[in-house]
């Protein structure tokens, strides 16, 4: 090679490289998430934003870690869950995009149809109010509990009133929920941890909720930081064709755009 013609590729390596990089922490759960951003570091990067994954194990540390200042953004939670968590602890943490929507899907090692379950079989949901909540209401969307009129988006195991099959429904951990298809008859498992355990959420649930779930997932960050510079970058970088690509071809229409 000439040096000519190395000296014209170091000057476009230069004039497309970004002058500078500026390191942002974001925390996510393991599993679509963590996946999901992979992709997006390489286009941040080339915005002059480097990305660094951190991943938690549960839906509470990496809130907590974000209103102390430990994360930059995070990048794992719906909405709800979000103003539920702001509602109990105090967070000032805001909600700043949109980002995928994780239908969540109910599993079962012990039947194939949800028609055939028997009356008195064991129920595992969500503990948390949120995430619980959505799973009575496609239960009740099955037509298997009845919900108190008004409920809206957080029903409570409280709120059932009606349990013709009366079903025994157990609050568990969300992290929890894929290894208690050994002893629930159904267990409701959120897209992130039943990937993260081997199930095809497309193929695998008996039940999920409709595409159009109100339960989309948000990149959120701390409320006095959401209007500099480097969350319009990583909201952008984020909202790009190649990353809808990604999840076309990776998940199958388990994982949907949301934006």
């Known amino acids: 090679m000439s040096l000519k013609t190395i000296l014209a590729a170091a000057a476009f390596a230069l004039a497309v490289a970004p002058a500078w990089a500026e390191t942002i922490k974001i925390g996510v759960t393991p599993g679509p998430h ?13 915005k002059g934003l480097d990305i660094e994954i951190v991943e938690f194990s549960d839906y509470v540390v990496p809130n907590a870690a974000l209103d102390s200042g430990e994360l930059d953004a995070n990048s ?7 103003v539920n968590e702001i509602d109990k602890r105090g967070y000032k943490i805001s909600k700043v995009a949109n980002t995928v929507t994780f239908p969540i899907g109910i599993y079962s090692k012990k ?5 055939e379950l028997r009356d008195g079989a064991t129920v595992g949901i969500p503990n948390d109010p949120t995430n619980g909540g959505r799973v009575l ?13 008004g409920v809206g988006l957080k029903p409570s195991v409280a709120d059932i009133t009606g349990n013709p099959k009366k079903l025994e429904i157990i609050e568990l951990d969300a992290a929890q929920l894929p290894r208690s298809l050994d002893d629930t008859d159904i267990s409701a ?28 997932n948000i990149i959120a960050v701390q409320t006095a930081r959401k209007d500099e510079p480097w969350v319009k970058t990583l909201v952008e970088s984020y909202h790009t064709d190649t990353v809808k690509q990604f999840l076309a071809d990776r998940f199958k229409g388990a994982v949907i755009a949301g934006w």
């Open 189 to 216: 498992i959120n897209t992130n941890y039943a990937v993260e355990a081997g199930l095809d959420p497309s193929r695998d649930a008996i039940l999920r909720e409709a595409a159009d779930s109100p339960y989309a």
């Open 137 to 149: 209401l496609l239960l009740q969307s099955a037509g298997l509990i009845t919900l108190a009129d």
């Open 111 to 115: 039947i194939k149809a949800i028609g």
């Open 76 to 82: 794992f939670q719906h909405e709800p869950y979000l």
């Open 34 to 46: 963590a996946e999901i951003l992979e992709q997006v570091k390489p286009i941040a990067h080339a």
